[in-house]
Nanobody, 121 residues
Framework: QVQLVESGGGLVQPGGSLRLSCAAS????????MGWYRQAPGKQRELVAV???????NYADSVKGRFTISRDNAKITVYLQMNSLSPEDTAVYYC???????????????WGQGTQVTVSS
């Protein structure tokens, strides 16, 4: 199995910053894509940012210029630096990874348990 453990969420004032981390462990041969999604109350889960093993990134329009995704392949960890946070960023943030557990196995998607980010004064 594969575990994704998120950390770094919390309460922050508008305009503030937070850094989320997600560490992967378990049966991992390779990870192609890692990313962050979020789900606000009453809304569907949406993509925030993703990064490939080669470092290519993609961001939701709503976070471009404010959030930065990065990845440490040696530590099998993905980060999300969030700056200029607004109340609209309040949500549960989920880590996601497309993992090949073994050399001949198919890729599978795994999710973390989620970490709450609340932006409020």
């Amino acid at each position: 199995q594969v575990q994704l453990v998120e950390s770094g969420g919390g309460l922050v004032q508008p305009g503030g910053s937070l850094r989320l981390s997600c560490a992967a462990s378990g049966s991992i041969f390779s990870i192609n894509v890692m990313g962050w999604y979020r789900q606000a109350p009453g809304k569907q889960r949406e993509l925030v940012a993703v990064i490939t093993s080669g470092g290519s990134t993609n961001y939701a329009d709503s976070v471009k210029g404010r959030f930065t995704i990065s990845r440490d392949n040696a530590k099998i960890t993905v980060y999300l630096q969030m700056n200029s946070l607004s109340p609209e960023d309040t949500a549960v943030y989920y880590c996601n990874a497309l993992v090949r557990p073994a050399v001949l196995s198919k890729e599978r998607t795994f999710w973390g348990q989620g970490t709450q980010v609340t932006v409020s004064s």
